[in-house]
């Protein structure tokens, strides 16, 4: 059974920087084709790709996002962690991590999601 | 930026058939994949690769691609389908990005 959990802090403060771990359950980030990718959405508002890792330790970042993402794996522990620098106001949304096997294939398996409100 | 563009809103009575549209101009380079979200949960795929249907998901729910866009169909479309549908795609351009388009919201009158 594939499981995803998000956890991290609910509220950070404008300037700081968030910290996100997506740990998984039911699949290894080490099987060839296997890949993360972080997601958000602001409340009310259409979901927003940010960063995908790879099996083999490859990672894309948002275009728009790219100078404040940083997106690794610890494979031994079955976890993604996601930092973001700098948050504003406007990143209070809710993060995702999802699962993509393959290539060309879409995110089956999602977490939860954790709330994260950036305010003073 | 690559972007992809559907209708804010869908309406129709149960039992009806309902469309929703995703346009983008790398669409025909491109799958396109849907999800359906219902408030407070995550996202859940309903199609892949354009047309495919994942195990689980009523076959009620069906995709088609035509150039530029893509198409979520619903038909006979049940209360219980009422919720947000995103499509999904990816860039083109070389540099790897994936899109989601703003969102449909599906109202069942």
């Known amino acids: 059974q594939v499981t995803l959990k998000e956890s991290g802090p609910a509220l950070v403060k404008p300037t700081q920087t968030l910290t996100l771990t997506c740990t998984f359950s039911?699949?290894?980030?080490?099987?060839?084709?296997?890949?993360v990718s972080w997601i958000r959405q602001p409340p009310g508002k259409a979901l927003e790709w940010l960063a995908r890792?790879?099996?083999?330790?490859?990672?894309f970042y948002s275009t728009s996002l790219k100078t404040r993402l940083t997106i690794s794996k610890d494979t031994s522990k079955n976890q993604v962690v996601l930092t973001m620098t700098n948050m504003d106001p406007v990143d209070t949304a809710t993060y995702y991590c999802?699962?993509?096997?393959?290539?060309?294939?879409?995110?089956?398996?999602w977490g939860q999601g954790t709330l994260v409100t950036v305010s003073s | 930026s690559y972007e992809l563009t559907q209708p804010p809103s869908v309406s129709v009575s149960p039992g009806q058939t309902a469309r929703i549209t995703c346009s983008g101009d790398?669409?025909?380079?491109?799958?396109a994949y849907w999800y359906q979200q219902k408030p407070g949960q995550a996202p859940v795929l309903v199609i892949y690769?354009?047309?495919e249907r994942p195990s689980g998901i009523p076959e009620r729910f069906s995709g088609s691609s035509s150039g530029t866009t893509v198409t979520l169909t619903i038909s006979g479309v049940q209360a219980e389908d009422e919720a947000d549908y995103y499509c999904?795609?990816?860039?083109?351009?070389?540099?790897?990005?994936?899109?989601f388009g703003g969102g449909t919201t599906l109202t069942v009158l």
């Open positions: 999802a699962r993509l096997y393959g290539s060309g294939k879409p995110y089956d398996y």
């Open positions: 039911g699949f290894s980030l080490s099987t060839s084709g296997m890949r």
């Open positions: 690769k354009d047309s």
């Open positions: 890792i790879d099996w083999d330790d490859d990672k």
């Open positions: 999904q795609s990816a860039d083109s351009s070389g540099t790897y990005s994936v899109v």
């Open positions: 790398a669409l025909p380079k491109q799958y």
